[in-house]
């Protein structure tokens, strides 16, 4: 898995978007951070501090970025747009009217 910068992550993830819009999904997961373990990497770590991991994958390709809740506004803005403009794609499901499912019941 590949951790990324949040920029690159939103690039990437446009990328994996495009890749899969035809044929294909990508999972994107987000969870609360509490402690960041990086080879090497301990500086500006403070434990009050709260972080949001980020991951995404279309199975072949796993990228991730680490948010602060400094830099959260600002990427939740940029990650929205990102979605709103990648998923016009999804097909629409098809639902059923109350009446037939009203006059199977009687």
Do not use: P
Not at 6 to 22: A, D, G, N
Not at 72 to 88: C, H, I, P, T, W
């Amino acid at each position: 898995m590949v951790l990324l910068e949040s920029e690159q992550f939103l690039m990437e993830l446009t990328r994996l978007f495009q890749k899969c819009r035809l044929s294909g999904s990508v999972f994107i997961t987000l969870k609360k951070c509490k402690q960041l373990w990086m080879k090497g990497s301990a500086e500006g770590f403070e434990s009050s501090d709260n972080k949001c991991l980020l991951r995404a994958t279309d199975w072949k390709k796993k990228i991730s970025t680490v948010v602060s809740s400094k830099e959260v506004n600002k990427f939740q803005m940029a990650y929205s747009n990102l979605l709103r403009a990648n998923m016009d794609g999804l097909k629409k499901r098809d639902k059923k009217s109350k009446s037939k499912k009203s006059k199977a019941a009687q």
